[in-house]
């Protein structure tokens, strides 16, 4: 496994990553950071997925910021601006399908909390966009969002999510479902919100999160391989 931070195009100029990938070829995953930032947490999703055989790109949106506190965490997701956020998820993904190593030539995205809204959204506009999965972070979508779904989408969502209740999810499955869109929902009883996160003591759901790692992994290898 070979990991490095790396610069590609987006905004007028460049972004930075994190990039993780496997000796050999493998087919691209753009992982979106939650709202804590680049941290070791992401970084350690992206090193998991090189090692299940992906190139793992990471894009930082805070451009070097990181925190572990929620008030700032709050007020730095805050300040992020979608049309950024959007072009440096494109960025990644035209930077995956450039590099040589990048075989089959497919690119997935997978986000996390803020980054599973994200990633949810910017595949209604996504070019090049093979697969999606989004971790507690699909808002409830319209019918012309739901319509304009570009990759198959994966939901994964925690039973305990107060942010995500039953009706919501429901009612996206049912426009996903009229939209003729490819996609799946999985939701994990008695599972909170970032229940996936493993540095996060009395949250952190390790039969749920093992099952939705499963999940994911084969939703790629389905759509990416």
């Known amino acids: 496994m070979q990991t490095q931070l790396v610069e590609f195009y987006a905004n007028g100029g460049t972004a930075p990553g994190y990039l993780s990938r496997p000796n050999g070829n493998g087919p691209g995953v753009v992982v979106v950071q939650e709202w804590w930032g680049l941290d070791a947490h992401i970084k350690s999703i992206a090193d998991r997925f090189a090692a299940a055989g992906f190139v793992a790109l990471a894009p930082d949106f805070y451009r070097g910021q990181t925190t572990k506190e929620p008030d700032e965490a709050r007020k730095m997701a805050m300040e992020l601006q979608y049309p950024q956020a959007e072009q440096d998820m494109q960025g990644a993904v035209n930077y995956l399908l450039a590099q040589p190593f990048v075989q089959p030539n497919k690119v997935g995205i997978v986000g996390f909390c ?97 099952s939705a790692w499963t999940c994911t992994l084969a939703w790629f290898h389905q759509y990416l391989k």
């Open 114 to 210: 803020m980054g599973g809204r994200l990633a949810a959204i910017f595949n209604t506009t996504a070019a090049s966009l093979s697969a999606a999965v989004a971790f507690y972070g699909v808002p409830p979508l319209s019918d012309e969002q739901a319509a304009q779904m570009t990759a198959p989408l994966l939901a994964i969502y925690g039973e305990a999510d107060g942010g995500f209740p039953a009706s919501v999810i429901a009612e996206n499955n049912r426009k996903l479902t009229v939209a003729g869109k490819v996609h799946e929902i999985v939701v994990y009883p008695g599972a909170p919100h970032a229940f996936f996160n493993d540095t996060r003591p009395g949250i952190y759901n390790k039969v749920a999160a093992d």
